[in-house]
């Protein structure tokens, strides 16, 4: 691995990023001010939605100029070698996913100290994540960090299939994400609508209009049982290692598949 050719591959992407017109940017700025703002005002748990977006959106984040512009193919006018392309990527896209998960992370456990939301409903029990932690056993930081954790690998496991995507047919994944066209439209609305019911559901049961369940009171404390194996630690490193191996997977398929890929 040439860590100056690199080096010099992301400085290129981050020019790329900059020039032209990139549609994902005012997105993703109202997608994390809105759900950050709900972690500080309504619940920290809000900040479990930043593992799945970053997920979801980074890839095309950072490659959505490359992608509108048929520009993929550039790199190649340089004396580099295709694995050299696909490591660059992987560390970009993964170095950008962990610094922005680590910040909405902290920035989630500062909203737990604060406890804004409960200056705001002027009520101790408004502090459902304290309140379902408490229940389950744990404090409010450990379980907190523990489905954060678990939000985090379903996040490396997307990221790493976008990827995989982004290398193997650029065309297709811009065809995904192109929300101007009849059929990707409709999938927008209708993943519009479904978020929004899940919003609104998610904040009205952290306030306590709608009561916990039964049935999620069971899941809970499935959770609970294997969480309390060795204070947490084991859920977590576990979680996480599961998210590692199917990043590395993504990027193993994606080295082998590319170097037999026909760019003609």
């Not at 990527?89 to 996913?97: D, E, N, V």
């Amino acid at each position: 691995m040439d860590l100056t050719v690199i080096r010099k591959i992301i400085k290129s992407d981050l020019t790329n990023i900059r020039g032209g017109k990139n549609s994902m940017t005012s997105l993703i700025v109202i997608t994390a001010v809105f759900f950050l703002g709900t972690g500080f005002l309504v619940s920290p748990i809000a900040g479990l939605y930043g593992p799945f977006l970053l997920g979801v959106f980074v890839v095309p984040a950072l490659f959505s100029n490359e992608i509108k512009y048929h520009s993929e193919k550039l790199p190649f006018i340089l004396p580099i070698r295709r694995s050299d392309l696909v490591n660059a990527r992987f560390l970009f896209a993964a170095g950008t996913y962990f610094i922005v998960g680590l910040v909405v992370y902290v920035l989630m456990l500062l909203s737990e100290k604060i406890k804004l939301y409960t200056l705001i409903l002027g009520d101790e029990d408004a502090d459902f994540l304290k309140v379902i932690s408490e229940r389950l056993g744990f404090s409010p930081l450990l379980f907190f960090s523990m489905i954060y954790c678990l939000a985090f690998a379903v996040g490396l496991l997307s990221l790493g299939m976008q990827l995989r995507a982004y290398f193997k047919d650029p065309a297709r994944l811009k065809a995904d994400l192109d929300m101007t066209s009849n059929k990707n439209s409709k999938k927008e609305k209708i993943a519009v609508v479904i978020i929004f019911f899940g919003i609104l559901l998610f904040i009205l049961v952290v306030t306590g209009i709608i009561p916990v369940t039964t049935a999620l009171a069971v899941i809970l404390q499935l959770f609970a049982n294997l969480a309390h194996a060795g204070k947490g630690v084991f859920l977590t490193v576990f979680t996480l290692c599961l998210g590692f191996m199917s990043l590395t997977f993504s990027y193993t398929c994606t080295r082998l598949e590319y170097e037999e890929k026909d760019l003609g």
